[in-house]
């Protein structure tokens, strides 16, 4: 098993920056697979970004690609999502995800475990 929290969300102008983090306990963390999604009010949680287990493949929406970048560091355990040029609809709850089934995947439903969230709110 894998816990999962994440920080770094906060209220941020548009056009600004902003990088989540997401720390996991376990000593296994380089065997999961590991995605961050997102949930704004009234609206379904979306696939935002995810990331093999060695870091050098990378997937995101098109709503976020170029924008957002996902890394991580298998030695600190952590998952990292630098979002640059944030825009209002950019505002939601972030999650950070892991799934060891799955070696790359954007289907929130084939991830096992999620952190609690982290709140990013952008203003105009």
């Known amino acids: 098993q894998v816990q999962l929290v994440e920080s770094g969300g906060t209220l941020v102008q548009a056009g600004g920056a902003l990088r989540l983090s997401c720390a996991a306990s376990?000593?296994?963390?380089?065997?999961?697979?590991m995605g961050w999604f997102r949930q704004a009010p009234g609206k379904e949680r979306e696939f935002v970004a995810t990331?093999?287990?060695?870091?050098?493949?990378?997937y995101y929406a098109d709503s976020v690609k170029g924008r957002f970048t996902i890394s991580r560091d298998n030695a600190k355990n952590t998952v990292y999502l630098q979002m640059n040029s944030l825009k209002p609809e950019d505002t939601a709850v972030y999650y950070c995800?892991?799934?060891?089934?799955?070696?790359?995947?954007?289907?929130?439903?084939?991830?096992?475990?999620w952190g609690q969230g982290t709140q990013v709110t952008v203003s105009s």
């Open positions: 990331i093999g287990l060695s870091g050098s493949s990378t």
């Open positions: 995800a892991a799934t060891a089934r799955w070696v790359f995947t954007t289907d929130l439903s084939k991830y096992d475990y």
């Open positions: 376990g000593r296994t963390f380089s065997s999961y697979t």
